[in-house]
T-cell receptor, first 116, second 114 residues
Framework: NAGVTQTPKFRILKIGQSMTLQCTQD?????MYWYRQDPGMGLKLIYY???????DKGEVPNGYNVSRSTTEDFPLRLELAAPSQTSVYFC???????????????FGPGTRLTVL | QKEVEQNSGPLSVPEGAIASLNCTYS??????FFWYRQYSGKSPELIMS????GDKEDGRFTAQLNKASQYVSLLIRDSQPSDSATYLC??????????????FGKGTKLSVKP
């Protein structure tokens, strides 16, 4: 199993450009997540999905969009990139756990994005 | 506002010592607790999960949970230089019928000196 994979590893965007960050998992996990991590600020949840066709906003969704057409893939779209979106982006997935257990999330290697 | 607090460190311990990492959380609904290790420039890696009060041991790692005090800790025995990393505490809130989401602390940077 490859686990959670992300592409690209690095990207430099100009202000106003758009791009899609790709995320794929081969663990048949229902739940998938997108986080951003800024230096010294911890992980912030952007969007999450509990299954194909179902997505919801996290803590910091502005400037981003997602879709989930398959269990395996959960791409993150940046429209009109801004310097404030310079960050490291992590995709994660987990299986449903229910009360008292679960939501052990497994992370991809990340995409380091710079907007200039 | 649901919060997870960690001392940012750096926490410096000599090789072979016990490293103690602490985490407090604000929401009493929290049900599941996790410790992640993150090496510089890498992604978080799950190392421990704990769901009930008490201690849970896995090799050199022991997680301790006290829900009454809203406190979770991670002990690393016989610390090695390879343990030098940032350790993230994460708390999951579960509301019946929904898995909930993880809330992460900002992490504690651990440095193990040879």
């Amino acid at each position: 199993n490859a686990g959670v994979t992300q592409t690209p590893k690095f990207r430099i965007l100009k202000i106003g450009q758009s791009m899609t960050l790709q995320c794929t998992q081969d663990m048949n996990h229902n739940y998938m997540y997108w986080y951003r991590q800024d230096p010294g600020m911890g992980l912030k949840l952007i969007y999450y999905s509990v299954g194909a066709g179902i997505t919801d906003k996290g803590e910091v969704p502005n400037g981003y969009n997602v879709s989930r057409s398959t269990t395996e893939d959960f791409p993150l779209r940046l429209e009109l990139a801004a310097p404030s979106q310079t960050s490291v982006y992590f995709c994660a997935s987990s299986y449903p756990g229910g009360q008292g257990a679960g939501n052990e999330q497994f992370f991809g290697p990340g995409t380091r994005l710079t907007v200039l | 506002q649901k919060e997870v607090e960690q001392n940012s460190g750096p926490l410096s311990v000599p090789e072979g010592a016990i490293a103690s990492l602490n985490c407090t959380y604000s929401d009493r609904v929290s049900q599941s607790f996790f410790w992640y290790r993150q090496y510089s420039g890498k992604s978080p890696e799950l190392i421990m999960s704990i769901y009930s009060n008490g201690d849970k041991e896995d090799g050199r790692f022991t997680a301790q949970l006290n829900k009454a005090s809203q406190y979770v800790s991670l002990l690393i025995r016989d610390s090695q230089p390879s343990d030098s990393a940032t350790y993230l505490c994460a708390v999951n809130l579960y509301y019946g019928g929904s898995q909930g989401n993880l809330i992460f602390g900002k992490g504690t940077k651990l440095s193990v000196k040879p």
